[in-house]
């Protein structure tokens, strides 16, 4: 449950499970979905249990962690009670970056996303400043309304709102790219990856249920949006075109934007250069691919 809890794919997590039922001498079959988790034991009276798996925000680091442990079962290197320690400590611990730091993280993500959609100076100041109040707004709804998921509808109306007003009272800017490039950190990537993935393995029940989790964010999101641009549309003036930023900027942007998700995925230190070479890579391909 702690591995799907932080984003574990179902077909790893039940090789996983069946590697370490077979280190510990235990028969037994794992069918795992997205909400539910079927354990099957052969041995004596043939049993099936069921537990109910609520899903959480993913943590790379943590997910690594697990990992190890898990690996450390099955060669021998811990026994069962001191891995089900080990493991509950993992997570019982907290989050590996202050939420100073998430919150400066989210703040240089939008502002980095904004950078590549095409923003100037106004987009960019703007959707940092959005993108860390929009961690504040998830922890009031986590506090206020923990069960609701309201995040991501009530994100999207403010944010498209929000930009609207603020080009038009204040100081003019493209309000839809700064919208944009201020709720990337709430665009379910994560986990349209995994279904993806879940779905190349062939595991049909898993991956199209965690792909229709991801697009109820994604339309979440929308309709938050469309109906702030709705009920904005006599506010608006008319298209603003961007101030263009320096190459430099565009640059520095490509260089920091790993680093600052890596800190919202709360990976180790020790996985930030694999994820930012990963991501040049994936940047610099995808500008080629563009060319091509």
Known sequence: MMLHRYGTP??????????????????????????????????????TELRRIDAGPANLGKLIEFDMALEDLEHGRLGIEETDIKLQSIDNAPQRYSFFMVVLASAISCGCATTFFGGGWREVVFSMVVGALLQLWDRLLKYWAPQEHALEITAGFLTAMAALVVSVVIVPFDDRTAAMGSLIILVPGFSFTVALTELANRHLSS??????????????????????????????????VPIPLPSELYALAVFIAPFSFAVLFQARKLEWGVIAIVAWCGFGSAILASNW
């Open 207 to 240: 991956g199209v249920a965690r792909l229709a989790g991801a697009a109820v964010v994604f339309l979440a999101l929308i309709c938050g949006v469309a109906l702030a641009w709705r009920l904005g549309s006599d506010l608006k003036q008319g298209p603003v």
């Open 10 to 47: 179902s077909h790893r997590l039940e090789r996983v499970m069946k590697r370490v039922s077979f280190a510990i001498g235990v028969e037994a079959d794992y069918l795992y979905t997205p909400t539910a988790l079927f354990i099957s034991f052969g041995e004596g009276l043939h049993r």
